[in-house]
T-cell receptor, first 118, second 115 residues
């Protein structure tokens, strides 16, 4: 059983479409993350939400728009994407405490959404 | 400069053998955590093991152990008694206390286990 779920698992969209990726965590965590994993590149952090507030935006283009309505749900709204945005999009959650880097801050990932932009 | 370096793009091992996956890191933060994740072809990143910068002993989790050499800034993952199901990508990651919650990942190592 996974504590972090993502839907859809696969998505094919045209450059003019609007779609949304959904992430839900069942672990009672207070922080959620979006990562992008392109072929032959390390995972790239996109957004961080802590207690529903966006705390990091890693210079992500505005065609990606995150939304975190509560500490259990995270969305990534997509519009007018480019073919180079095709990638695996991973959601993660963690319980952030006072000491960063501790094992209690471990991030747990969902299965990802494999996005193809035509 | 890369913060996390994994120099082995691919590793091959036979079942029941042990394998070491290399990871070196670069940080000036005295407080940090090191993580290893496994990513099978299905895509999910599975947390394996954690080592804190102040931990005196090497971390172990079942068949996984972390060879932590702080002075050399290395955190190699050792998998004992490899199994076919261990075939996957393995990522080393670091979280620095001063940098907030972000994880910095290496490029990964592909491990192939054969019978």
């Amino acid at each position: 059983e996974t504590g972090v779920t993502q839907t859809p698992r696969h998505l094919v969209m045209g450059m003019t479409n609007k779609k949304s990726l959904k992430c839900e965590q069942h672990l009672g965590h207070n922080a959620m993350y979006w990562y992008k994993q392109s072929a032959k590149k390390p995972l790239e952090l996109m957004f961080v939400y802590n207690f529903k507030e966006q705390t990091e935006n890693n210079s992500v283009p505005s065609r990606f728009s995150p939304e975190c309505p509560n500490s259990s749900h995270l969305f990534l709204h997509l519009h007018t994407l480019q073919p180079e945005d095709s990638a695996l999009y991973l959601c993660a959650s963690s319980q952030d405490g006072d000491i960063a880097g501790g094992i209690s801050n471990t991030q747990y990932f969902g299965p990802g959404t494999r996005l193809t932009v035509l | 400069a890369q913060k996390i370096t994994q120099t082995q793009p691919g590793m091959f091992v036979q079942e029941k053998e042990a394998v070491t996956l290399d990871c070196t890191y670069d940080t000036s933060d005295p407080s940090y955590g090191l993580f290893w994740y496994k990513q099978p072809s299905s895509g999910e990143m599975i947390f394996l093991i954690y080592q804190g910068s102040y931990d005196q002993q090497n971390a172990t989790e079942g068949r996984y152990s972390l060879n932590f050499q702080k002075a050399r800034k290395s955190a190699n993952l050792v998998i004992s008694a490899s199994q076919l199901g261990d075939s996957a990508m393995y990522f080393c990651a670091m979280r620095e206390n001063q940098a907030g919650t972000a994880l910095i990942f290496g490029k990964g190592t592909t491990l192939s286990v054969s019978s």
